[in-house]
T-cell receptor, first 112, second 111 residues
Framework: DAGITQSPRHKVTETGTPVTLRCHQT?????MYWYRQDPGHGLRLIHY???????DKGEVSDGYSVSRSKTEDFLLTLESATSSQTSVYFC???????????FGPGTRLTVL | SQKIEQNSEALNIQEGKTATLTCNYT??????LQWYRQDPGRGPVFLLL?????KEKRKERLKVTFDTTLKQSLFHITASQPADSATYLC??????????FGTGTRLTVIP
């Protein structure tokens, strides 16, 4: 594994509650990404970061926000979770040289 | 917008045969393309990268081709084994250090 951990690994929550997922890396890589993976859609980019405090939106960013106050941590927040945000969330990192991405183990989120 | 089609959702082959997976894309000319393997319940794992000026890339029993005219990449696994059973994803670089992933092909190698 590329030194990436995600927490929690599983979470069940109710509609309307805030949820924060954490991605932690020990590689000191500059770029970090959050994806969601759903059947029939594959991996879709939510947000990414290209440095501390530098973030940008991906393909499916509505309803999500991110923060990166340290190189090693990238947080994904669902301000008010909806059932459509039930998914498996993956964090990834890359050194930025050739964009090969290394993925974390994933977080399975269920919004009831 | 970018679109990637991977030939089929599922592919079954007999052990020892060559598996061929297809990745077709539209609306973009990527500088390179990558292939990943994903096992159930786990994150994708990088396998191979091929650049636009490369026709073919090999790694052990894996081979990738890249035809920028056809906008297609083929991914081959020779002498397939049951342990090769997994979902294989292709991904295109989209600039800004981002990748766009296909939905994947689930390969099952039958003993």
């Amino acid at each position: 594994d590329a030194g990436i951990t995600q927490s929690p690994r599983h979470k069940v929550t109710e509609t309307g509650t805030p949820v924060t997922l954490r991605c932690h890396q020990t590689e000191n890589h500059r770029y970090m990404y959050w994806y969601r993976q759903d059947p029939g859609h594959g991996l879709r980019l939510i947000h990414y970061s290209y440095g501390v405090k530098d973030t940008d939106k991906g393909e499916v960013s509505d309803g999500y926000s991110v923060s990166r106050s340290k190189t090693e941590d990238f947080l994904l927040t669902l301000e008010s979770a909806t059932s459509s945000q039930t998914s498996v969330y993956f964090c990834a990192i890359t050194s930025g040289e050739v964009d090969t991405q290394y993925f974390g183990p994933g977080t399975r989120l269920t919004v009831l | 917008s970018q679109k990637i089609e991977q030939n089929s959702e599922a592919l079954n082959i007999q052990e020892g045969k060559t598996a061929t997976l297809t990745c077709n894309y539209t609306n973009y000319s990527p500088a390179y393309l990558q292939w990943y393997r994903q096992d159930p319940g786990r994150g994708p794992v990088f396998l191979l990268l091929i650049r636009e000026n490369e026709k073919e890339k090999r790694k052990e029993r894996l081979k990738v081709t890249f035809d920028t005219t056809l906008k297609q990449s083929l991914f081959h696994i020779t002498a397939s084994q049951p342990a090769d059973s997994a979902t294989y994803l292709c991904a295109l670089e989209t600039g800004a250090n981002n990748l766009f992933f296909g939905t994947g092909t689930r390969l099952t190698v039958i003993p």
